[in-house]
Every structure is written in structure tokens, then in C-alpha cells.
């Protein structure tokens, strides 16, 4: 492809069609409401006589309009997907699989360690709302929980009833056998607790789900049970798949493009200049995450905190928490708890008296 070519295929990756990646897969890129992340990526893997597919989009009329005519380019329908294999629990990735189980019968698959978020969200007494404004007291950010409070209830509430329990749980390590090709599950907590990705290592793919994106730095922990250390656990979920040959990356925000390695390495200095803002952050005197994060720029266009809708603040507060966590555990700042409140300091000049 010419530069300007290529160019094109990277800013439209969203628009909807099918496009062959690699043979016998496809990538189907599924609307979104909101624009925040324009679309998601299923990836439809031919398989003997049936399709399997990864992830499934959001219940959502649209996605699934955009998924059957994806599929009826293939001379297919949704009937003959025989698999979701699902890369973790966001709703942008599972709740379509399960409207479809419940229509077609199809077996959705999910890694293990998103039983934990399931069964929270299953949980009756764990409101997703309750939940958010619970984390972000404990960051300190009372005042926007109150904006938050004024916003409809999003349509996550819709969709709660779809976070039922998949037919199988995936483990780390364990090789889907499919009658064209062998993936390998890896387990790479982070994004979030429970997230996998498929390794084609015959076909040199990966399919990376949120873990590793092209444009974007992916959330940690947004989920209903954060993990400690979710940015610990996360880079160390990088470095395992640095170290897999290298692959293609088919990943589902974003164009496919064509190093695993190249992308991961870019994703960890992003971290590492993160947690130096952050470090300069506390040793400003800010504090708490709310704090920190308000000193921060945010979005590849530097924004202040304040530009931002409550929402994206809310995870800016968020991704600030798992920084300060790992500086912590890092022995760079210490933390402590005031009021109910996370607060980090950096520590004492050693000598000072
Ligand atoms: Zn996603």
C-alpha cells in the first residue's frame, strides 16, 4: 500500500465492513454508542464448517445489524458461529455473545479470572453506581461524585442482566484447539483482572482484545472488583508478551498493524513517563488521586483535568490511583489513609533533621 493509502486505513479502521487480515480471519469493526471509542473489533475466524469468533461487540441493534451483514459477505450467518471466545468482561466485548447464547445457543468462553466480576455484578446488593462513588471517595474526589450524581443512569444498567456466567472459563496457558488453527490462551491481568489474549503463533497473530492497543493507552482496573496492583500486574502482563515471538497486532480498538513488540515497548515508556508526572504529582504537594490527577495532563492532546466530562475525569482519577499504587509498591512514595481518604507523600530527605 502507498503511504497515503496506508494512512487512510488507520483513520477509517472504523468504518463498518469486513476486512481480511490474514487467511481465513477477518476483522469486523462494530459500532459503539458515544464516540469515546468509535467501534470494537470482532474478529471472525473461519473454522471447518462453522465460524468462531473473538469477542462479540455490545447488545446494541446496530452491532448486531453490522455483524450480520459482516457475516453474509462470508455466505454466513449468525447461526453458524459456533464460539465467542471473549477477551474479558467490558461490555463492549461480552454482552453481545451472551444475547446471541441466549437466541442461538452459541458457547461464549471467558478468562477465569473474570469470575470475580461476574459474580459481583450478578450480585444484587453491588450497584455499579455504589460501587464507582465508593472508589472515588476513597480517592478523594467527593466533588465529583456529585457531578457524576447529576448524569442519567448510563446505559451500563441496561445491559447489567447480560453479565451471566459464560459456558467455559478460560485458563492461562491452555490451547483452543480449532480444526484450522491452535490459540494459545494468556492470561494478562490489568486492563482488567481476568483479561486474556489469543496467540496464532502458526499464523504469527495476536489477538490482543484491550490489552495491547494501537492508538489508545488502555484503562486499568475499570471493573467491578479492582485488583491490587492493577498497574504492576499490567506492565508485568506487557512483558509476557514482549516476550512471545512477535506477532501481528489485531486489536480491538484500532487498525491491525503489523508489531506486537514495537507497540508494547512505546506502551511501557508511556507508563514509565506516567509514573514520573505522577511521582512530580505528590512531590508538588498534591496528595490524594483527586489531587494528583487534577496536576496532570490528560489524552494525547495534553488536556487539562478540568476540560474533561465527569466520566473521563472519573477515569483520569482512576488511572492517577494505579499510578500512585505502583510508586508505592515501588517504595517511591508512601501511602497512608486520612478521613478515609488515600494520601501519598514522598518520603522524608534521608539525613534531614
Ligand atoms: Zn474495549
Request: charged share 20%; hydrophobic share 45%; glycine share 8%.
Amino acid at each position: 500500500m502507498a503511504q497515503a493509502e496506508v494512512e487512510r486505513s488507520i483513520r477509517d479502521w472504523d468504518a463498518p465492513g469486513i476486512e481480511a487480515v490474514s487467511p481465513g480471519v477477518h476483522r469486523v469493526p462494530l459500532p459503539l454508542p458515544g464516540d469515546a471509542l468509535k467501534a470494537v473489533n470482532v474478529y471472525v475466524i473461519e473454522d471447518g464448517d462453522g465460524l468462531v469468533l473473538i469477542d462479540s461487540g455490545q447488545y446494541l441493534s446496530d452491532a448486531r445489524i453490522g455483524l450480520e451483514r459482516a457475516l453474509a459477505t462470508l455466505g454466513a450467518g449468525i447461526g453458524d458461529v459456533r464460539d465467542f471466545l471473549v477477551t474479558h468482561v467490558h461490555r463492549d466485548h461480552y454482552t453481545q455473545a451472551i444475547a446471541l447464547r441466549r437466541e442461538f445457543g452459541t458457547r461464549v468462553s471467558l478468562g477465569a479470572g473474570e469470575s470475580v466480576s461476574i459474580a459481583a455484578v450478578q450480585d444484587p446488593a453491588n450497584a455499579p453506581i455504589s460501587r464507582q462513588h465508593k472508589l472515588l471517595e476513597l480517592c478523594g474526589a467527593a466533588p465529583l461524585i456529585e457531578l457524576l450524581r447529576h448524569l442519567a443512569p448510563n446505559e451500563g444498567d441496561a445491559l447489567r442482566g447480560l453479565f451471566e456466567t459464560p459456558d467455559a472459563w478460560l485458563e492461562d496457558r491452555v490451547v483452543v484447539d480449532l480444526s484450522s488453527r491452535a490459540l494459545r490462551v494468556v492470561s494478562t491481568p490489568g486492563h482488567t483482572r481476568g483479561h486474556v489474549v489469543f496467540y496464532d503463533e502458526g499464523a504469527q497473530l495476536l489477538f490482543a482484545g484491550d490489552h495491547v492497543l494501537p492508538h489508545i493507552t488502555p484503562s486499568i482496573a475499570f471493573e467491578p472488583v479492582p485488583s491490587e496492583n492493577a498497574l504492576g500486574r499490567y506492565l508485568a502482563s506487557l512483558s509476557l508478551v514482549r516476550n512471545l515471538p512477535d506477532a501481528r497486532l489485531l486489536p480491538a480498538h484500532g487498525p491491525v498493524v503489523p508489531s506486537v513488540h514495537a507497540r508494547v515497548d512505546e506502551l511501557v515508556v508511556h507508563h514509565e513517563h506516567r509514573l514520573d508526572a505522577t511521582f512530580e504529582a505528590v512531590a508538588e504537594g498534591r496528595h490524594t488521586p483527586y489531587e494528583a490527577a487534577q496536576g496532570l495532563r490528560w489524552t494525547r492532546r495534553e488536556r487539562p483535568f478540568e476540560t474533561l466530562d465527569p466520566m473521563n475525569q472519573m477515569l483520569a482519577v482512576m488511572e492517577t490511583k494505579v499510578h500512585l499504587d505502583l510508586l508505592a509498591a515501588q517504595g517511591r512514595i508512601l501511602q497512608g489513609i486520612s478521613d478515609g481518604v488515600l494520601v501519598f507523600e514522598t518520603l522524608p530527605v534521608a539525613g534531614a533533621s
